[in-house]
């Protein structure tokens, strides 16, 4: 039988063998073990929400409800529906026929949005500002819709404000907002036209309107209690989505109406008090603290290690040693048993 030499013993290569597919075979049962544990763990806790009727699949939201609650205004009118103009001055499709063809005048329904990011000498002298100019346009239905302060205590408070404007007054708010800035770090605004999507709308709802007034009539007249009954049901489908289309529509005038602007305002660092409030002892605390947590991992790594790694690295030690001791044994049995010429 062949043998090859390693490390300076004379090894039968079916041992060889035997041990190479020894070490391939253990690591590949015991991986499959584990796969087979795990799929029927991930079986044990699939869930019927997944596939249920009550997941959230996402599907396009839904347009906002008819009822919707706007901000109101010391009178009690709400203050996005009050600036309002009339429907037909927003989206007013006039028609004139002429050599059979009918012409629409659409005046566009723009939603107009901005972003400012500013560096101002006092965050909080700047939101004074800011509120006053709100305050200012508030009898054509601007407010603030939030205003959030953060900081570490040390120095002047960041502000983030977010608010609704006249959209009539848009670029010059912008341009008053600016200028209380030491330095304008971003400015950013966007123009949405949504003429489309409100004259489509307002036809769907026309149609609909229409649906619901030939359901009632067959109310009115049903001979049967089915057909009342199929009617009812149809009707109630209808004025769902009438109301959608309804909340869907007030919605667009009110963006369009009042635009809106995210304002991020951060104290200019120039202007800033030096900072006095180095600490050595908390500094020093920390860094016991890093310490500990340093000593921790390593205690963690160590257990990990002899419970996940070691039992791998002592079974493989005893395979191989057990290989060496078996081979080692047929070569001296061998020798033992050879003439002494061949030792010789």
């Avoid at 409800?65 to 901000?71: C, I, L, N, W």
């Avoid at 050599?99 to 005046?107: F, M, N, R, V, Y």
């Avoid at 950013?188 to 609909?208: C, I, P």
């Avoid at 000593?295 to 060496?324: G, H, K, M, N, Y």
Wanted: aromatic share 10%; net charge negative; proline share 5%.
């Amino acid at each position: 039988m062949k043998e090859i030499e390693l490390f300076g013993v004379n090894v039968k290569t079916k041992y060889l063998w035997w041990g190479g597919g020894l070490l391939i075979l253990v690591p590949l049962l015991l991986i499959l073990l584990l796969a087979m544990l795990g799929a029927l763990a991930g079986g044990a806790s699939f869930s019927e929400g997944a596939y249920g009727g009550g997941g959230d699949y996402g599907y396009p939201a839904s347009a906002p409800s008819a009822d919707y609650t706007y901000p109101t205004d010391s009178s009690g009118v709400y203050a996005e529906e009050a600036p309002y103009a009339p429907l037909a001055t927003q989206v007013a499709p006039v028609g004139n026929a002429t050599d059979g063809s009918l012409t629409q005048a659409i005046e566009r329904l723009i939603i107009r949005e901005g972003t400012l990011s500013l560096q101002v000498e006092d965050t909080l002298a700047a939101r004074d500002q800011v509120e006053v100019l709100v305050s200012e346009f508030e009898l054509q239905g601007a407010f603030i819709v939030s205003s959030n302060e953060y900081g570490n205590g040390t120095t002047k408070p960041s502000i983030s404000m977010v608010i609704r404007v006249p959209a009539s007054q848009f670029d010059p708010i912008m341009d008053r907002l600016a200028a209380l800035a030491v330095i304008v770090n971003t400015r950013y605004e966007t123009a949405d036209d949504v003429t489309e999507e409100y004259v489509d709308l307002e036809g769907r709802l026309e149609a609909l309107e229409t649906g619901r007034d030939r359901l009632l009539d067959i109310m009115e007249n049903a001979d049967t209690t089915e057909a009342l009954l199929q009617a009812e049901a149809q009707l109630t489908i209808r004025e769902a989505e009438i109301e959608a289309i309804q909340g869907r529509l007030q919605y667009l005038r009110g963006a369009a109406t009042l635009s809106r602007i995210t304002l991020d305002m951060q104290p200019y660092f120039a202007s800033q008090p030096i900072d006095t409030s180095w600490k050595p002892f908390e500094s020093l605390r920390r860094g016991f603290d890093a310490l500990l947590e340093s000593l921790q991992d390593f205690v963690d790594f160590v257990l990990f290690f002899a419970v996940a790694v070691l039992p791998w690295v002592l079974l493989f030690f005893f395979v191989l040693r057990w290989i060496w001791r078996a081979i080692r044994r047929r070569q001296q049995k061998a020798a033992a048993a050879a003439p002494p010429e061949e030792k010789k």
